[in-house]
């Protein structure tokens, strides 16, 4: 038996078997869940992912093109969704990006604001644009979650306008939570820690961040991807059925330390 026997939905954010959601998609898999993915469009996106995904058994991953920025996009990937399944149960928001010149450290003040709104779009806007499209998908209730990071509460030298996006992520997943809630439709984020991903590699002075983390955190060590992907499958699960529109801290414990 899996906590998640009996249950679909729909994984955005398999870059490669780094992603974080590689190891969400690993650990909902083991748990029983059925998983349809979603990747950048293009082939050599497609063959990427699906590379991956053959990593974690599946032979034959179902897969969807999909620009999170792109409205036509999200309408012509749920519509397919739904004309293959019909309802999910779930939704995996583990998407984000910013032009990493924007990155660096000391020129948050350069960003411009096309880039601004760019992260701001692909990195938080997208999940209010996915929750539209999926809830009248989940007819009976459903728990969606996202992935954040602790440089949306305090500065993180190089995350940048990245912050910016992880603070309007976060409380959209608040103001989600409170009008799905009506649907029996959670909304939940995970704040992970740092993870050598393609999306980390992009921020300046990630080096350092790992370092620091090891160094500051609680538990004296950075996270492993399994270890959000064990959060995730409890918020998807129905163990978490009175959990919403919480930020669940997966950092070692770093979060609660001040000096
Ligand atoms: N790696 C970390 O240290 C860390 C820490 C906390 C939170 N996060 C967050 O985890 C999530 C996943 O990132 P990751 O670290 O696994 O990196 P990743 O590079 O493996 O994944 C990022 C994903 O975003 C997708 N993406 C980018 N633009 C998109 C668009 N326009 N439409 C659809 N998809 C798009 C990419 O295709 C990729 O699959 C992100 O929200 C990231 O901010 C990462």
């Known amino acids: 038996m899996g906590l998640m026997d009996g249950k679909r939905g729909i994984v955005f954010g398999v870059a490669n078997d780094r ?66 399944v019909g309802t999910i149960d779930f939704l995996v928001h583990s998407i984000a990006f910013a032009d990493r010149q924007f990155l660096q450290i000391g020129n948050f003040y350069t960003t411009s604001r096309a880039a601004w709104n760019q992260a701001l779009d692909i990195s938080a806007y997208s999940l209010l644009a996915m929750v539209q499209r999926a809830a009248p998908m989940m007819p009976e209730g459903g728990s969606v979650i996202s992935m954040s990071y602790y440089g949306g509460e305090k500065v993180v030298p190089g995350y940048n306008v990245m912050g910016i996006a992880k603070a309007a992520l976060e409380h959209t997943t608040r103001y989600l939570a409170a009008e799905m809630g009506a649907k029996n439709i959670r909304i939940n984020s995970i704040s992970g820690g740092p993870l050598r991903t393609l999306a980390a590699m992009a921020v300046g002075g990630i080096g350092v961040m790992f370092e620091h983390h090891a160094k500051k955190a609680p538990l004296k060590r950075n996270i492993e991807g399994e270890e959000v992907g064990d959060t995730a499958v409890f918020l998807l699960s129905d163990r978490a059925s009175a959990i919403t529109g919480e930020i669940i801290h997966v950092d070692s414990g770093y979060n609660i330390v001040g000096v």
């Open 19 to 84: 992603s974080y959601a590689w190891y969400i998609a690993q650990q909902l898999l083991a748990e029983g869940a059925e998983c349809r993915f979603s990747h950048l469009p293009g082939e050599k996106m497609e063959r990427r992912v699906r590379n991956a995904l053959n990593e974690l058994g599946l032979s034959d991953p179902k897969l969807y093109a999909c620009d999170a920025s792109n409205d036509d996009d999200l309408d012509a990937m749920f519509a397919k969704l739904r004309d293959d």
